[in-house]
């Protein structure tokens, strides 16, 4: 099979060849004993887009071999921070020069629209990696001084090896810089399996990888279906650490694999059903604004999707009304044109699954006030959904939906709200809104979540760090949190003086 596939850029007519084999130091290549395929589909359209080398368990051996050689010679401990800086800062430019071809082929491959790809996903993967290509030189270790005279010890934090990183197709660029960037500055090489429903991307990125110079084997990908290459990862005996986004149910997998392998060290970026707050004190309309981004967004496919509002009582009906006209004024449709906002959901799976709580919703005795059918012709979209008159116990209101459907409950009391906002297995996002400062510190402080946003929602940093509490994961990304996930620390102690008498 030819090791590229074309697509057509529907907007322009214009033909885009994709690399399709497997990306194994430095270059394009056939699976070593397969002929599977991945077929990939315009979630816009339910057509074919092209197809692309499935790798196997076989190459996942051959990808995490040439990862270990690069980590042995021309990478880990054998080239300088200030190199690997240089470098990184080099593939932030080419991906900047190549936004507009990512973002359209992003578009087609997972739903979301042209613009919002290109401003949001690749202008923060851009950012992502040149936040880490500061911290590439400033991996420091510390002094500790033991004894005065005669004793030293000192920290050096080592990269931490060869890592797998298996990324989701909810953000397949952006999921790809989160990963790459820290591990990259750290001195780390990289396996990488793209998300079997989006892999188009991060097979351009790889082209990117050879452009900005950096040796074979650094970064390798992979494409795989999750039980075969993701398996082979999370359980092979020579990566050192894999680093996951993903559901919750194979997050458990995976740290199963890696306990039972080598104990790799492991991070995990699971799911959510995040509560969002609103109090009567609020500015109503701007936290109607973000709890419509909180759901929204990436048409719910988001593991901080602010999938639970509950409201206080005294300004319940007004907020209501309100965030059902702001959900309203959505753009959901051709994801090429400039003004939309929303897309289709990424497969006829999660589709399924989304109508599929849509319904448990209506059964269950929750009250669409906002959408909640079907929407006639082609593409996996949905419309945006609110739910009024819900119960805790609702599947809607337990369970990760990843859609645009949003729960909405009410409230009396602040101390009822965190009660409510903390019933959940997950502990990921969380938002309140008053424009009582105590009160956004009190309630803040009680809310189990690895991120909570105040007057707020959904935004993120490079520079902040971002993972989960409860069943929504294990370790940080981003900030400066990322780099121990990517380092291990070595302790050197150093003797100058200390005469040892020997027998004790
Ligand atoms: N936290 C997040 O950002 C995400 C959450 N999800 C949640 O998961 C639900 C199901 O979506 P899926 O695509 O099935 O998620 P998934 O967790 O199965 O897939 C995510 C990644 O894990 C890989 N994978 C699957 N099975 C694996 C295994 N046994 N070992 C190693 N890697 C494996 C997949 O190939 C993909 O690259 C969604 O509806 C959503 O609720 C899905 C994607 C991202
Ligand atoms: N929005 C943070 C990354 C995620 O949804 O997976």
């Keep these: 099979m030819a090791q590229t596939a074309r697509i057509v850029i529907p907007a322009t007519n214009r033909e885009v060849t994709i690399p399709s084999g497997l990306f194994i130091n430095n270059q394009f290549v056939p699976s070593a004993d397969s002929q599977e395929l991945i077929h990939t589909i315009n979630p816009a359209t339910e057509e074919p887009l092209c197809s692309v080398v499935a790798g196997s368990a076989k190459d996942i051996d051959i990808a995490v071999a040439a990862a270990r050689q690069a980590f042995k010679t021309t990478w880990g401990k054998n080239v300088t921070g200030f190199e690997r800086s240089r470098l990184l800062n080099k593939l932030a430019d080419l991906m900047e020069r190549d936004a507009q071809a990512l973002a359209e082929v992003e578009s087609l491959n997972n739903g979301k629209p042209v613009r919002i790809a290109r401003d949001f996903d690749i202008g923060d993967s851009i950012q992502c990696l040149r936040y880490y290509a500061g911290w590439a030189d400033k991996i420091l270790g510390q002094t500790i001084e033991v004894d005065n005279k005669t004793k030293l010890a000192f920290t050096r934090h080592d990269p931490i090896g060869v890592c797998g990183q298996i990324i989701p197709w909810n953000y397949p660029i952006n999921m790809w810089a989160w990963k790459v960037a820290p591990a990259l500055a750290c001195g780390c090489t990289i396996v990488m399996k793209p998300s079997e429903l989006t892999p188009l991307t991060a097979l351009m990125l790889s082209q990117l990888i050879v452009e900005a110079g950096f040796p074979p084997g650094v970064v390798n990908t992979v494409p795989s279906l999750g039980s075969v290459g993701g398996a082979a990862l ?271």
């Excluded at 897309?343 to 849509?358: A, C, H, N, R």
């Excluded at 448990?360 to 419309?383: C, N, T």
């Excluded at 070595?490 to 005469?499: D, I, L, R, S, Y």
């Design 234 to 504: 999370a359980s092979h005996k020579d990566v050192d650490k894999v680093a996951f986004t993903g559901s919750t149910i194979t997050g458990r997998k995976i740290m199963e694999a890696a306990a039972k392998s080598n104990l790799k060290k492991v991070s995990l970026e699971l799911g959510g059903k995040s509560p969002h707050l609103v109090f009567e004190s609020a500015d109503l309309d701007q936290a109607a604004n973000w709890a419509a981004l909180g759901i929204l967004y990436n048409t719910g496919q988001d593991c901080t999707a602010g999938s639970r509002l509950y409201v206080q009582n005294s300004i319940y009906d007004k907020f209501v009304s309100l965030l059902v006209e702001k959900s309203k004024q959505l753009v959901v449709g051709d994801g090429f044109d400039e003004k939309t906002a929303g897309g289709p959901l990424v497969s006829k799976t999660q589709y399924d699954k989304v109508m599929g709580y849509i319904e448990s919703g209506k059964s269950q005795g929750a009250k669409a006030i906002l959408g909640g059918e079907k929407r006639p012709g082609k593409g996996y979209f949905v419309d945006p959904t609110i739910f009024t008159d819900i119960t805790q116990s609702m599947k809607i209101v337990q369970e990760e939906i990843f859609g645009p459907v949003l729960s909405v409950g009410r409230f009396s009391t602040e101390e009822e709200a965190i009660t409510l906002a903390n019933d959940t297995t997950y502990g990921l996002g969380a938002g309140l809104h008053s424009n009582d400062a105590n009160q956004c510190m009190r309630v803040s402080s009680m809310l189990e979540a690895g991120t909570v946003w105040i007057n707020q929602y959904n935004l993120l940093n490079n520079n902040v760090p971002f993972g989960g509490k409860k069943q929504s994961g294990i370790g940080r990304e981003l900030g400066s949190y990322a780099l121990d996930e990517y380092t291990s620390v070595k302790a050197v102690h150093w003797n100058f003086g200390e005469k040892l008498d020997w027998p004790l």
